[in-house]
């Protein structure tokens, strides 16, 4: 399992020109769900997503948890962070879990968020075309694998 951490603001991810969902701050997590992934990797990825200290205090350093700034989640699926493009200049992506195995998963880690961190977590649409706007705040971005 794979995730790519945004601390971000105004954050709104849209389907077919809708508004599916949005967040003024926090973290827009990518998350990419990999052939042979399975539930027991769910739990320490929640756990990284919800720990991650990357928020400044009031010095000025980065030492909040989201929750601790306030902040929400947008928790994006992503498998093409599973694209191998070392051979040739086409990703292949056989190294993501199929729709059926990674979208149980993703929504795995959704709900752990919730219900273990007590995190606000907005959600895309799994397989779907999504537009994405974000202001990356800093930036800040962390590249995780469990």
């Not at 992934?37 to 350093?61: H, S, W």
Request: glycine share 10%; hydrophobic share 40%.
């Amino acid at each position: 399992m794979r995730a790519v951490i945004q601390r971000v603001k105004d954050t709104k991810l849209s389907v077919d020109g809708m508004l599916v969902s949005e967040i003024p701050y926090g973290l827009a997590v990518y998350l990419g769900v990999g052939a042979g992934d399975t539930a027991e990797k769910c739990a320490p990825m929640a756990k990284k997503i919800a720990q991650l200290r990357i928020f400044e205090d009031e010095n000025g350093k980065m030492n909040l948890s989201v929750k601790e700034a306030g902040g929400e989640i947008l928790l994006i699926s992503q498998f093409t962070l599973y694209g191998d493009c070392s051979h040739g200049n086409r990703p292949s992506f056989i190294g993501a879990a199929r729709p059926e195995v990674a979208e149980p998963l993703y929504e795995e880690v959704a709900g752990r968020l919730r219900q273990e961190w007590g995190l606000t977590v907005k959600q895309g649409v799994f397989g779907a075309d999504m537009k994405i706007e974000q202001y990356n705040d800093g930036p800040v971005t962390i590249l995780y694998e469990c």
